[in-house]
């Protein structure tokens, strides 16, 4: 078996055991503390990344770990996992499927691998920049051409008032078929699926990033910021079909 199978099967594992805990906090009235920044956190979210960790660290003793809830460790090594434990925390919270947990494996500093894991329906998707699968079977994004047959997503309207130009946003509504929130990385997993056309975050972090796009490129999109550059090092993120990418980055950014 190759290194690449070997660690695709290693992001099964994570995903697995770190949604067994998911799964036991959610719809459970578990409670909500706030960080630094207001982002609501729960018990559930660092049981998550603290599963992730150990086995990381069973497993990769000499790889780097970048986490949302407790940070850095190895920060100098060439193999790093980025990880959100779960990305849509009011989502989960609220009882709501529109969250999952996120994996990220970096090699120098480029993105190897992405998983997108949703527990509660069991929907776990992979990506390796050139093949996505969907539990064992490979995906691909949709072949929608015209902006007009598209299905629009983002996970909330209210920031890209606050970090982008609302104006034309709106002209990108008005220009498609449909429009919807159904965001976090669920909107991600949606887009690679198959199941809609185009997933825009006007603010993003590196742990919403990073899994992402091996993802997206496996599936055959294409991922970019907000401005059609690489997402790695930008703060936003534009993920299309191949059509579609294209007129969408060039209506936002007029």
């Known amino acids: 078996m190759s290194e690449l199978s070997e660690l695709k099967k290693f992001c099964k594992l994570l995903a697995d055991e770190s949604g067994k805990v998911i799964n036991k906090y959610f719809l459970s009235g578990v409670g909500v503390e706030f960080k630094e920044d207001k982002s609501p956190v729960t018990?559930?979210?660092?049981?998550?990344?603290?599963?992730?960790?150990?086995?990381?660290?069973?497993?990769?003793?000499?790889?780097?770990?970048?986490?949302?809830?407790?940070?850095?460790?190895?920060?100098?090594?060439?193999y790093q996992w980025i990880i959100d434990p779960i990305d849509g925390t009011k989502s989960f919270i609220h009882g709501m499927i529109t969250f999952g947990t996120l994996i990220a494996l970096l090699k120098n500093g480029e993105p190897v691998l992405g998983v997108i894991n949703q527990p509660v329906l069991d929907l776990f998707l992979i990506g390796d920049n050139q093949t996505?699968?969907?539990?064992?079977?490979?995906?691909?994004?949709?072949?929608?051409?015209?902006?007009?047959?598209?299905?629009?997503?983002?996970?909330?309207?209210?920031?890209?008032?606050?970090?982008?130009?609302?104006?034309?946003?709106?002209?990108?509504?008005?220009?498609v078929k449909l429009y919807r929130t159904w965001g976090n990385c669920f909107g991600y997993y949606l887009?690679?699926?198959?199941?809609?056309?185009?997933?825009?975050?006007?603010?993003?972090?590196?742990?919403?990033?990073?899994?992402?796009?091996?993802?997206?490129?496996?599936?055959?999109?294409?991922?970019?910021?907000?401005?059609?550059?690489?997402?790695?090092?930008?703060?936003?993120?534009?993920?299309?079909?191949?059509?579609?990418?294209?007129?969408v980055i060039e209506i936002l950014n007029s």
Do not use: C
């Open 191 to 247: 887009v690679a699926a198959g199941l809609a056309d185009i997933m825009i975050d006007p603010i993003m972090s590196i742990w919403d990033t990073a899994a992402l796009i091996p993802v997206i490129k496996g599936a055959g999109g294409i991922i970019t910021d907000y401005h059609g550059q690489d997402p790695m090092k930008g703060n936003s993120i534009i993920a299309a079909t191949p059509a579609l990418h294209k007129p």
């Open 43 to 78: 018990v559930a979210d660092k049981k998550a990344e603290e599963i992730i960790r150990n086995l990381i660290n069973k497993e990769f003793p000499d790889h780097g770990i970048v986490g949302e809830e407790f940070g850095k460790e190895n920060a100098g090594s060439e």
């Open 132 to 175: 996505a699968e969907l539990n064992g079977i490979k995906t691909k994004v949709r072949k929608t051409e015209n902006l007009e047959e598209a299905l629009l997503l983002t996970t909330d309207h209210l920031n890209v008032e606050k970090y982008q130009n609302i104006k034309k946003f709106e002209k990108l509504i008005h220009s």
